[in-house]
């Protein structure tokens, strides 16, 4: 059984970093593509990133690409979503997920974290 923790959440002022960390628990961590999803209040969940099983490249939503980077670190079992030039549109919860494939499709992940809110004021 896989389970999923997000931490690193927090308050941050518009144009600062943040980095939040999705810890692994269960085996075969490399087998899993995994993504990271926020949902802001009164939206749905949307994609924010995703890595793929190795040789499955990474990908970004439009909004994020060239401010946020999704990594992995294998030996730990953890994955991360640096957040460089935050704006107030990027405050959501923000949530790790682990399934085969990296897409978009928030259907298409099978394990959830419970999630950690970012808040990101003017």
């Known amino acids: 059984q896989v389970q999923l923790a997000e931490s690193g959440g927090g308050l941050v002022q518009t144009g600062n970093s943040l980095r939040l960390t999705c810890t692994f628990s269960g085996r075969a961590f490399n087998s899993y593509s995994l993504g990271w999803f926020r949902q802001a209040p009164g939206k749905e969940r949307t994609f924010v990133a995703a890595n793929g099983r190795i040789g499955d490249g990474t990908y970004y939503a439009d909004s994020v690409k060239g401010r946020f980077t999704i990594s992995r670190d294998s030996t730990k079992k953890l994955i991360f979503l640096q957040m460089d030039n935050l704006e107030p549109e990027d405050t959501a919860v923000y949530y790790c997920?682990?399934?085969?494939?990296?897409?978009?499709?928030?259907?298409?992940?099978?394990?959830w974290g419970q999630g950690t809110r970012v808040t990101v004021s003017t």
């Open positions: 997920a682990a399934g085969i494939l990296p897409t978009s499709n928030p259907t298409r992940y099978n394990y």
